[in-house]
């Protein structure tokens, strides 16, 4: 396309941790790019508030839409009036000890969610290429190492909807010839993962407990097994993946193994504490089913999308701690001048 007519994209999920760097890597790219936002009551923006202009401005190319995936038939005109040529669907609840507490809604927005959009692509006759953020949570009990033709089997709420997202993308591809491509993803974490998520969980409290601000930190399982990325760059292998010449669906991973242990210890150290200290055990946090190990093969994503991580776990969460003293600092916290920088 030319640069009087950029390329469009459409992301459900946009206010999200990938939404938001996804938007601002397809910004960078000269694209158009349009973002699916639940009405609130208050604003749930701050992730993308940086990469706003009001519309009314000349040269926006960042727009918002109210929608969501419980409705069907909004996302009819909303792909019928933006008409983008890619569109991904990150929008999700994606918390997977939630979705045990919540697994109805869990199905609904995490699973349907995903149907209902190809279907509205379907129905509007749109000629676009579709992602689908799909999860390693999928894989479950199944050992490692995992890779796009592993057996999967789930073991939350969340993972058998992501199951049931990824089988309908790859049914709406081989059935209606659809560009429609799964990004299974493992774990990818930054300093705008949500608080909740047990990596900014250890480092926000790594920064409020060497700021004096929090005595404990309460863990659930420490011996689980994942592999870490730098979600910057697993946005950028979901854009990689609908630039190829035919859909496909990929593992994105970094092939190494940490357990949540590990990132304490690596989250710790970062400021010279002995997280041993600070942490206790509370079973609250344990899940009804557990993974113990998730680690990709990213085989081939390396190879059809050349693609490479360079961050692994001891830097994501150096990176991630220091994010979070920075913002202690800015919030007007003491500043705290024995982190050792990166």
């Known amino acids: 396309m030319s640069a009087e007519q950029p390329k469009r994209a459409l992301i459900t999920g946009i206010t999200g941790q990938d939404g938001s760097y996804l938007a601002e890597l397809l910004l960078q790219k000269g694209y158009e790019v349009h973002g699916v936002i639940r009405r609130a009551s208050t604003f749930n923006t701050a992730r993308i508030d940086h990469l706003y202009n009001d519309p009314h401005i000349a040269g926006t190319k960042l727009y918002l839409h109210y929608g969501d995936l419980s409705d069907g038939s909004r996302l009819v005109t909303l792909l019928d009036s933006v008409r983008p040529q890619e569109v991904y669907n990150l929008a999700a609840q994606s918390h997977v000890r939630v979705s045990f507490d919540e697994p109805e809604h869990t199905a609904n927005s995490t699973g349907l969610g995903s149907i209902r959009l190809l279907e509205a692509i379907r129905m509007v006759g749109l000629e676009c290429r579709f992602y689908q953020a799909s999860s390693s949570e999928m ?22 909807a992501k199951l049931y997202a990824y089988w309908v993308t790859r049914n709406y591809r081989e059935g209606y010839g659809m560009f429609a491509v799964n990004g299974i993803l493992f774990n990818h974490e930054s300093p705008r993962r949500g608080e909740t998520f047990v990596t900014r969980k250890i480092t926000r409290a790594v ?44 593992v994105v991973a970094t092939g190494t193994n940490y357990t949540v242990k590990d990132f304490l210890q690596f989250s710790f150290e970062h400021v010279g504490l002995d997280w041993q200290k600070y942490v206790k055990f509370d079973e609250r946090y344990l899940r009804p089913t557990e993974v113990d190990a998730l680690v990709g093969d990213a085989s081939r994503a390396n190879k059809a999308l050349d693609w490479t991580p360079k961050i692994h776990t001891p830097e994501l969460a150096r990176i991630m701690v220091d994010a979070d003293i920075e913002a202690l600092d800015a919030a007007g916290r003491p500043w705290i001048d024995t982190v050792v920088k990166h």
């Open 139 to 160: 894989f479950g009990a199944t050992p490692p190492p995992q890779n796009e033709d592993t057996v999967f089997y789930p073991r939350s709420p969340y993972g058998a």
């Open 207 to 250: 920064a409020r407990i060497k700021a004096g601000e929090q005595k404990e930190l309460f863990m659930g399982n420490l011996d689980a097994v994942r592999d870490w990325g730098y979600a910057p760059e697993y946005v950028d292998a979901m854009w990689r993946m609908l630039q190829v010449d035919e859909p496909n669906d990929f």
